[in-house]
């Protein structure tokens, strides 16, 4: 089946540091690949996603590209911000019949950012 | 954007009672709404997927006659927990899709507090 596997968090870095979430994945299938992430007290919000291999999705500084040989999709960001204290989530799309749209998650990486 | 609000955001019952949750998409139609449970930091469960005007499709170990889902319209579903327990207490969350993508849109969630 499919699953989704995220480094093991808590993550703490100085403000400017730079950035690795890893995410790993099992599918059958073409899955859509997508970073979410939820700031505290909030829902998830969608962070960027690739639809296909080789693509890269980006948004607000932070980077993921869509690796088939590797089954991975990292999350990068090359100077963190305070800001950026949240849950991040790797998740992946189910494709084809009735499991289209259906999202598997990873556990999830909490990233505390210090000044 | 793509707005998805949940209503109430914390409900504290008497087990025994039902709850009802609902989710609105509150500026775009929504032809799948999945609805999620997520454990004190542990991911998202997914629990089960409803479309407008046909029945939900509940996950394998869901039970359905516990977690009733609605669809009534293509902006709101509603998910009523019958007979709560405190196992059941958990933060509920819902997402919903725009037509023709597979990116999901997620409220805020319900944290709910079965005594």
């Known amino acids: 089946g499919n699953s989704v596997t995220q480094m093991e968090g808590p993550v703490t870095l100085s403000e400017e540091a730079f950035l690795t979430i890893n995410c790993t994945y099992t599918a059958t299938g073409y899955p859509s690949l997508f970073w979410y992430v939820q700031y505290p007290g909030e829902g998830l919000q969608l962070l960027l996603k690739?639809?296909?291999?080789?693509d890269k999705g980006s948004n607000k500084g932070f980077e993921a590209t869509y690796r088939k040989e590797t089954t991975s999709f990292h999350l990068e960001k090359g100077s963190v911000q305070v800001s950026d204290s949240a849950v991040y989530f790797c998740a992946l799309s189910r494709s084809g019949g009735t499991s289209y749209g259906k999202l598997t998650f990873g556990q999830g990486t909490i990233l505390t950012v210090h000044p | 954007g793509a707005v998805v609000s949940q209503h109430p955001s914390w409900v504290i019952c008497k087990s025994g009672t039902s709850v009802k949750i609902e989710c609105r998409s509150l500026?775009?139609?929504?032809?799948?709404m999945f609805w999620y449970r997520q454990f004190p930091k542990q991911s998202l469960m997914l629990m089960a997927t409803?479309?407008?005007?046909?029945?939900?499709?509940?996950e394998q170990g869901v039970e359905k006659d516990k977690f009733l889902i609605n669809h009534a319209s293509l902006t709101l579903s509603t998910l009523t927990v019958t007979s709560a327990h405190p196992e059941d207490s958990s933060f509920y969350i819902c997402s919903a899709t725009r037509v023709g993508t597979d990116t999901q849109y997620f409220g805020p969630g319900t944290r709910l507090t079965v005594l």
């Open positions: 409803s479309n407008e005007g046909s029945k939900a499709t509940y």
């Open positions: 500026d775009f139609q929504a032809t799948t």
């Open positions: 690739a639809t296909k291999a080789d």
